[in-house]
């Protein structure tokens, strides 16, 4: 995506960016997905993780709605992607977080339908919300081999 942010500063101000951000992390404080807080107007929180969010929203310019798209934390810095009177903003994909997508064996061996299984995956989705790196891929990964050699060697 195409990073707008000093073409938004230009228009806007530094300050209003600040705003913004400002405004949207009292909104996640508060565990809220919609809403107005300051003078800003949020029709959409997206926490991609603990540190990571896309706010879409706008606020009042020379009386007219200035819509945004704007992305912050630590993966992007902060990074408008879109904004102006007449944007045409949409949410993003919810992304679902799957535990080993592509191996085989847990399908083939109905590990999916286990309930210790299902504990495990929603472990792993806390996980990767909270702290997502390789190192929790990678401990998940290596948990999913051996229960599927446990499940192996118990058929």
């Not at 009386?63 to 944007?87: A, M, S, Y």
């Not at 083939?108 to 790196?133: A, I």
Request: a negative charge; hydrophobic letters at 30%; aromatic letters at 14%.
């Amino acid at each position: 995506m195409y990073d707008k942010t000093e073409n938004f500063i230009k228009t806007y101000g530094t300050n209003k960016l600040s705003e913004i951000i400002e405004c949207a992390i009292t909104m996640i404080k508060k565990s809220s997905e919609f809403g107005i807080e300051g003078d800003v107007h949020f029709t959409n929180i997206h926490r991609m993780d603990s540190i990571n969010a896309l706010v879409i929203g706008f606020f009042f310019y020379d009386d007219k709605e200035q819509w945004f798209r704007i992305e912050f934390g630590d993966v992007l810095g902060t990074c408008v992607h879109d904004f102006g009177e007449n944007t045409d903003i949409t949410p993003p994909e919810t992304q679902w977080r799957t535990l080993c997508p592509n191996n085989h064996d847990v399908d083939r061996l109905g590990l999916r339908k286990r309930k210790s299984f299902q504990e495990l995956e929603e472990k792993y989705n806390y996980d990767m919300f909270m702290q997502p790196s390789i190192a929790t891929i990678s401990y998940y990964e290596n948990l999913v081999k051996d229960y599927i050699r446990g499940s192996t060697c118990n058929q």
